[in-house]
């Protein structure tokens, strides 16, 4: 695998755009906090009695709202994760955008799998969690 920065702009802001609404959607569940139990339950716990993969997910923004991290990793970790790692790239755009950078990853086709499969063994894993922990 090849990372590097390479002179030029990021091909697409795109990822501005997707962290922007990660930070808005942070702000509004954390404006929204004191309302979140008029939100609906989740239909696939209530059905089945076991967590859903977003199970957690509403608390954990909250919580990440008010920078509990801990916290938040805790409620589901890889909602957490997700969201914090988008908002660090969404950054990283930002910043090849001012200074004329862009970051690079090149990677084989094993390594593209390899990633992939971390990706899904992450969400199963996470989900495995969600089930022991809020069933």
């Known amino acids: 695998m090849l990372i590097r920065t390479e002179q030029g702009r990021p091909k697409s802001p795109i ?9 808005a959607g942070i702000a509004l569940v954390g404006l ?3 309302h979140l139990e008029l939100l609906p339950a989740c239909v696939f716990k209530k059905a089945t009695g076991i967590a ?3 199970c957690g997910a509403t608390r954990s923004v ?4 008010d ?3 801990a916290d938040s990793f805790l409620f589901n970790p890889l909602a957490m994760l997700f ?3 988008l908002i660090a790239f969404s950054f990283l755009v930002g910043f090849g955008l001012i200074f004329g950078r862009r970051l690079e990853i090149r990677m084989t086709a094993r ?3 390899i990633i992939r499969s971390t990706v899904i063994g992450a969400v199963v894993a996470n989900w495995i969690y969600l089930i022991s922990h809020l069933a």
């Open 111 to 113: 390594e593209s799998w």
């Open 83 to 85: 969201l914090v790692g």
């Open 15 to 23: 990822h501005l755009i997707w962290g922007g609404i990660a930070i």
């Open 52 to 54: 859903c993969l977003t």
């Open 67 to 69: 920078f509990r991290l």
């Open 62 to 65: 909250t919580a990440l709202s």
């Open 32 to 34: 929204l906090k004191n």
